[in-house]
């Protein structure tokens, strides 16, 4: 089955800096890559995502890269804000199935 | 437009017993995913529901089954708990082709004592 790696599990920035997030898949029949974000006590928020035709796809401060030939895929948050802090989530679908990575914790300090 | 709801918010149930939890859907989707995420790890495929039917299954025992109604609306049953069933249940709704989306709902805290 697939297995998608995440890393780092936690990142500290300050307010106004970016923030980057990688993950790794195992399986080359994955074809759709969301990214999700989880704030306490709530369930994940999709936030961006890119299909396996694309190489880059950008929505405002956020932008996804990937990279079909490494199986790398990266989320890249710019001009961070403290409302940004929450749990990122990345994940891989193969067929109907979604293979979350383990999360990383991202905190912007003011 | 309401987005995807799960009932209850929070259960508590002892090692053993069965417990029901409830999804309904994102307004136009029709099919259902479970998740099950334990304390600081990622949501873990449960199974998928589309016409009423289990389209997919992940690594998960027989203990863990499904329903699906026919307003597309779910529930996932669990019997005999154990104490590592204790997790968040997430419920996912989608369509099944052509939009890969999967939107989640809040899900249900079940905590196995």
């Known amino acids: 089955g697939e297995n998608v790696e995440q890393h780092p599990s936690t990142l500290s920035v300050q307010e106004g800096d970016s923030a980057v997030i990688k993950c790794t898949y195992s399986d080359s029949a994955s074809n759709y890559f969301p990214w999700y974000k989880q704030e306490l006590g709530k369930g994940p928020q999709l936030i961006i995502d890119?299909?396996?035709?694309?190489g880059e796809k950008k929505d405002q401060r956020i932008a996804v890269t990937l990279n079909k030939t490494a199986k790398h895929f990266s989320l890249h948050i710019t001009e961070t804000q403290p409302e940004d802090s929450a749990v990122y989530f990345c994940a891989a679908k193969r067929y109907s199935t979604l293979t979350f990575g383990k999360g990383t914790m991202l905190l912007v300090s003011p | 437009d309401a987005g995807v709801t799960q009932s209850p918010t929070h259960l508590i149930k002892t090692r053993g017993q069965q417990v029901t939890l409830r999804c309904s859907p994102k307004?136009?989707?029709?099919?259902v995913s479970w998740y099950q995420q334990a304390l600081g790890q990622g949501p873990q495929f449960i199974f998928q529901?589309?016409?009423?039917?289990?389209?997919q299954r992940g690594n998960f025992p027989d203990r863990f089954s499904g329903h699906q109604f026919p307003n597309y609306s779910s529930e996932l049953n669990v019997n005999a708990l154990l104490l590592g069933d204790s997790a968040l249940y997430l419920c996912a709704s989608s369509h099944p082709s052509g939009f890969p989306e999967q939107y989640f709902g809040p899900g249900t805290r079940l905590t196995v004592t």
């Open positions: 890119i299909r396996s035709n694309v």
């Open positions: 307004s136009g989707h029709d099919t």
């Open positions: 529901y589309y016409e009423e039917e289990e389209r």
